[in-house]
């Protein structure tokens, strides 16, 4: 199955547990499953992932998740309350955090993402991983300097940016853990309480390119 079929048979959730260990599943898909395709120059490989999720519903057993940007705002947050329009499935939303490739659905009423927190990046030219930090890292965790690969969209109706189902790279177990940052919201204000949930899962070691 492809990343794609994998996230449009994601469903909503009403147990936190169950949805942790539907992020357990879904991870490797990222990790292990491809790599960003951008305009035949880079491959971006995902590293490290985080999970975000947010029951839009009022039901009384809806997960929520408010540190996620890409929601639906009330008055208290912002001037006026502010509904979001649902993003496609697989859309690149870039905040001031990074970006997320997302798996929204309207008519469950919930957001979903997962923020690329590490990543590395081969040079298609080049036929070699980039050295990314001034220690001469190949794997990088600024995730804002992504922007310096991950850009180029095309006005043009032609697909620059893609997704390449990729999985043929022998799979190890992920580190998992709470997300990085990440703090307990109540009434619209972040506390100073981390949020535990185990939504971060990193690889352990790298993976390289066959040998072309």
């Known amino acids: 199955m492809t990343l794609f ?9 009403s147990s936190e547990e169950k949805l942790t260990a539907a992020f357990e599943k879904l991870a490797p898909h990222f990790i292990y499953g491809g790599y ?22 009022d039901k009384p057993d809806a997960i929520k998740d408010p540190i996620m940007y890409h929601r639906n705002h009330t008055k208290k947050e912002i001037e006026g309350p502010y509904e979001e329009p649902y993003l496609p499935l697989m859309s690149i939303y870039m905040h001031s955090s990074g970006y997320d490739i997302t798996f929204e659905n309207e008519e469950q009423e919930y957001r979903a993402s997962a ?11 080049q036929k070699e991983f980039l050295r990314l930090t001034s220690k001469g890292m190949f794997r990088d965790e600024r995730v804002l300097y992504l922007k310096y690969y991950l850009n180029g969209f095309s ?29 307990i919201i109540k009434d619209g204000k972040k ?8 939504w ?9 390119l066959p040998t072309d």
């Open 115 to 125: 923020l690329i927190r590490e990543y590395s990046i081969y040079d298609v030219e």
């Open 200 to 208: 971060s899962f990193k690889l352990n070691e790298d993976i390289w």
């Open 155 to 183: 006005l043009n109706g032609k697909p620059g940016i893609v997704w390449v189902d990729d999985e043929h790279f022998p799979q190890s177990n992920l580190l998992q853990n709470a997300r990085k940052g990440v703090y």
């Open 5 to 13: 079929e994998h996230l449009s048979n994601f469903k909503r959730h």
């Open 191 to 198: 506390t100073t309480e981390k949020d535990k949930r185990q």
């Open 36 to 57: 960003i395709k951008v305009n035949d120059a880079y491959r971006v490989y995902i590293r490290t992932i985080e999970f975000y999720y947010h029951d839009e519903s």
